[in-house]
């Protein structure tokens, strides 16, 4: 990857953006909300509409000079709508909580009721916790997932959402290994006559590849972020029926957000585009397969897997039942230095804090776009277990540093030219 002009003006910006491209080759990104863009992508999101205003929508914009922005605006939507089957959809949140934003927006009042799971389960921020706008502009009661199981228990949700009467109830995880029931959750929404908001931030490559079943149709509002496993680049997505069509755009523009960020946008065009070929349901299955495929490795090591296991593209490792002295940061920061990039976790019924948590979670989105296989990612349990293990000794993080190498080397990411993808 060149920084041709940026080279010449502005070494240091160059010199941290070229050690942040070695950074991703020479890692495992095992983070679960992260993944690798095309080139393609990158050029879009790269391009000269980024000096473009374009505040409105398609053919009906403020400022002159948007055709190309239309054209760009215009594709992203009908790709997506390809894609997901939405009657309606929205391209311009600038991220998946900027898309929940613009929901909340358009069908709550301030002090209205959410009901959605608690974060150290599994949910997210913009779902309504204290320390994010949702949590304190409206009310907020939260489900958790079954302590036994690790699973949303639909029918105890549903008695929860009829005692708390809320008028939007939401799914959509960030640490749910599980495959979401779409229908479950809008019985517990129908009981109290609530909203739905389906957020798909982790999933929308799965949902669009059909390996995760697709809550459009079922819930009234689907979101999204555009950069985990659709791989189109940062942003977010609204989907909705034709009836909400002008809430949700009036509520995105003009009511949280100016001018839409036209190079992201085109990002996500091209973006959607690459899900649309063929090849793309190989790779969310694939993606899949390998998460399962370490999920059941790291079992015969003997962890814990909440949920015991996965349908989706991550694990959670609950790290208690066989490490009950060793805190997902001690595990996060010694699997950092071997270059295994992921995060620690809260776990289901959590006894520690946020900041030093039980558990670690894992995704294979990014190793699968970098070519990675069942075989391939058996070996990385194996080199996340020995770090497990022995999280403080560095003879074993130095093997399983000199081991991520031959494997970084093995599915490189870039070489001299560029991205080596596909
Ligand atoms: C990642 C995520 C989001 C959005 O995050 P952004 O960083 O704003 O794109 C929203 N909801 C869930 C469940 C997520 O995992």
Not at 45 to 57: F, H, P, R, V, W
Not at 139 to 155: K, L, M, N
Not at 215 to 235: L, N, Q, Y
């Amino acid at each position: 990857m060149h920084f041709d002009h940026l080279q010449s003006t502005d070494p240091e910006v160059t010199s941290a953006l070229e050690g942040e491209v070695k950074r991703q080759n020479d890692t495992l990104a095992m983070i679960a909300s992260e993944n690798h863009v095309s080139e393609a992508v990158l050029e879009a999101q790269g391009s000269a509409l980024t000096n473009k205003y374009a505040e409105g929508y398609p053919d009906e914009r403020y400022y002159g000079g948007c055709e190309f922005a239309d054209d760009v605006e215009q594709l992203a939507i009908d790709r997506a709508e390809e894609l997901y089957g939405a009657e309606h959809i929205n391209v311009q949140p600038h991220s998946g909580s900027q898309a929940n934003m613009g929901v909340y927006l358009a069908v709550l009042d301030p002090g209205d009721k959410i009901l959605s799971l608690d974060l150290t389960h599994g949910g997210h921020l913009s779902h309504g916790h204290p320390a994010n706008f949702a949590g304190q502009v409206y009310e907020v009661d939260q489900y958790e997932v079954d302590p036994e199981s690790g699973r949303i228990d639909y029918d105890e949700l549903r008695t929860h959402a009829e005692e708390y009467d809320p008028d939007i109830v939401v799914s959509g995880y960030s640490a749910y290994p599980r495959t979401v029931d779409w229908e479950g959750i809008q019985a517990a929404a129908d009981v109290a006559d609530a909203y739905h908001l389906a957020d798909i931030a982790h999933i929308t490559g799965l949902v669009a590849a059909g390996t995760h079943p697709s809550p459009v149709g079922i819930a009234d509002f689907v979101t999204g972020s555009t950069h985990k496993t659709i791989r189109a680049g940062r942003g977010g997505i609204i989907m909705c029926d034709e009836e909400h069509a002008d809430d949700i755009d009036n509520a995105v523009f003009p009511g949280m957000q100016g001018g839409p960020l036209m190079h992201n946008i085109a990002g996500k065009a091209v973006g959607f585009g690459e899900a649309l070929e063929p090849g793309f349901e190989e790779y969310a299955e694939q993606t899949v397969a390998n998460a399962k495929a370490m999920g059941d490795r790291l079992q015969e090591h003997g962890l814990d897997l909440v949920s015991g296991g996965t349908d989706n593209h991550l694990v959670l490792i609950d790290l208690r039942p066989s490490h009950p002295d060793t805190t997902g940061k001690d595990v996060e920061q010694s699997l950092e230095e071997a270059g295994i990039v992921l995060n620690a976790n809260t776990v289901p019924g959590e006894t520690r804090s946020a900041f030093n948590p039980s558990g670690i979670r894992a995704g294979t989105p990014g190793l699968t776009t970098r070519g990675f296989d069942e075989d391939a990612c058996r070996e990385v349990a194996d080199l996340i277990y020995e770090v497990v293990d022995a999280p403080h000794d560095e003879d074993v993080v130095a093997e399983v540093s000199d081991r991520v190498d031959e494997l970084t080397d093995e599915f490189a990411l870039y070489d001299d030219e560029g991205l080596v993808y596909e």
